[in-house]
Nanobody, 132 residues
Framework: QLQLVESGGGLVQPGGSLTLSCEFSGFTFDWYYIGWFRQAPGKEREGLSCVSSIDGSAYYVDSVKGRFTISRDNAENKVYLRMNDLKPEDTAVYYC?????????????????????????WGQGTLVTVSS
């Protein structure tokens, strides 16, 4: 059974840092993307970053480039999202999701856009609150 479990959310002050973790299990496919998304109250879900299992290529949307870093630990079956210089507008529920490859609409694109439709599995989300 495909499963993703996020952890690491919490309350952080503006300018602070936080690292989210996404532990995945039950994958039966060899090639996949795992990505991070977020949804703030009253706003649409937004893609942030994703990483490829093929070669470890990482993709970022423009709004988080330079502040967020995605990484993976294949031995631990985890993908991390390191978030620096957090701002109140980063407050949201953060989700990780996975997509098997090849895909008609890939999650990640080299042009810095992300697709959130037709993905195989989503985690339950972890809340990040940036406030003083």
């Amino acid at each position: 059974q495909l499963q993703l479990v996020e952890s690491g959310g919490g309350l952080v002050q503006p300018g602070g840092s936080l690292t989210l973790s996404c532990e995945f299990s039950g994958f039966t496919f060899d090639w996949y993307y795992i990505g991070w998304f977020r949804q703030a109250p009253g706003k649409e879900r937004e893609g942030l970053s994703c990483v490829s299992s093929i070669d470890g290529s990482a993709y970022y949307v423009d709004s988080v480039k330079g502040r967020f870093t995605i990484s993976r630990d294949n031995a631990e079956n985890k993908v991390y999202l390191r978030m620096n210089d957090l701002k109140p507008e980063d407050t949201a529920v953060y989700y990780c999701a996975a997509q098997s490859l090849p895909a008609v609409q890939p999650m990640c694109d080299a042009d810095g856009t992300m697709n959130s439709y037709g993905l195989d599995v989503w985690g339950q989300g972890t809340l990040v609150t940036v406030s003083s």
